[in-house]
């Protein structure tokens, strides 16, 4: 008896939306999230890519996924994005979805007053942001997403910048001015966080965004040892995984042991000569500030 491809379960007909073939680079980060990414959302979606290493993801030779897929510039990635979906609307198909997949070029930087003129209007889109920390499809360069301090081909001297300039910018509260719906940080290492954020998150109607540290090569680690560096973000405090509802209802979502911290930079080339100690500050500013948010009480009706 002759059996077909998909009892066979060869891809692309096995039940994998994102399959072999892609080009990113070999121990790249970002492969294993985007591939949870199109298992949660499903077959019927629409990907808009802004310019990012996202577009050696989907070489143009062959297919390496079962969704549509529209590459597009920074300044308008999200906007043909929220057109998509009130495309969509109109015309009744509300089972599709739509997701504008950036990386933190796009959204911290050169695509911000798009992300932020579709959070205003409350598009019905969901965002991923891959934040390897830098513009690193270029070869590494300082993005406003990139930590102060941290080594990159760009990277001024640090007592060279304007102490206003040396901040990472903060997406997350940037966006929840606007109150928007939802928005999460997560990790490809925390693949079950990841899932019901995604799954949360699609259950919203509206603006939603997942924002995901990946670690990339570009930072100087072995290959193999993507998925650890990712991890030990997490342990160590580095990337916390915390999610915001309506703007300002915050509950954090993992309790890092905090590992300590050179465990995470000593894997990492980019941080050679770096202050630890100023890394350290900052990271206890900003978990003493998260903590404060999530333990407020907000009235039930209000979201």
């Known amino acids: 008896m002759r059996l077909t491809a998909s009892e066979l379960g060869i891809r692309p007909f096995s039940n994998d939306r994102y399959f072999g073939g892609h080009g990113a680079c ?3 980060g970002a492969v294993s999230m985007l591939r949870q990414v199109m298992q949660a959302v499903g077959p019927k979606a629409y990907y808009f890519i802004l310019a990012s290493c ?3 993801y989907f070489p143009g ?3 390496v996924c079962d969704s549509s897929i529209v590459f597009t510039v920074y300044a308008a990635g999200f906007a043909e994005a929220e057109g998509m979906s009130q495309a969509l609307e109109l015309r009744g198909r509300t089972d599709e979805t739509v997701v504008a997949y950036s990386g933190d070029g796009g959204a911290f930087d050169i695509g911000l007053g798009g992300l932020s003129g579709i959070a205003e209007r409350n598009a019905n889109v969901l965002v991923v942001v891959n934040d390897n920390q830098g513009y690193q499809n270029t070869g590494g360069q300082q993005s406003g997403g990139t930590p102060r301090g941290i080594i990159t081909k760009s990277t001024q001297p640090f007592h060279q910048v304007p102490a206003a300039a040396r901040n990472r910018k903060d997406l997350l509260e940037i966006l929840a001015a606007h109150r928007v719906p939802y928005l999460a940080t997560a990790s490809a ?5 990841l899932d019901a954020k995604l799954k ?3 259950t919203c109607k509206g603006f939603k965004l997942v924002h995901v540290v990946t670690a990339c090569l570009n930072w ?5 040892l993507a998925v650890r560096v990712a991890r030990l973000a997490a342990e160590t405090g580095f990337h916390p995984l915390y999610e915001i509802q309506g703007g300002r209802r915050y509950r954090i979502t993992y309790e890092p042991p905090f590992v300590p911290l050179e465990e995470f930079t000593r894997l990492q080339r980019r941080f050679q000569g ?3 100690e100023l890394l350290k500050h900052d990271l206890a500013e900003r978990w003493e500030d998260l903590r404060y948010k999530a333990a407020r009480v907000w009235p039930a009706e209000v979201i």
Not at 220 to 224: I, K, L, M, N, Q
């Open 54 to 56: 996202a577009g050696s």
């Open 189 to 193: 290492a925390f693949p079950r966080d």
């Open 26 to 28: 070999p121990g790249c």
């Open 274 to 276: 770096f202050d630890l």
């Open 200 to 202: 949360t998150a699609l």
């Open 61 to 63: 030779e062959f297919t």
């Open 220 to 224: 100087g680690f072995e290959s193999r």
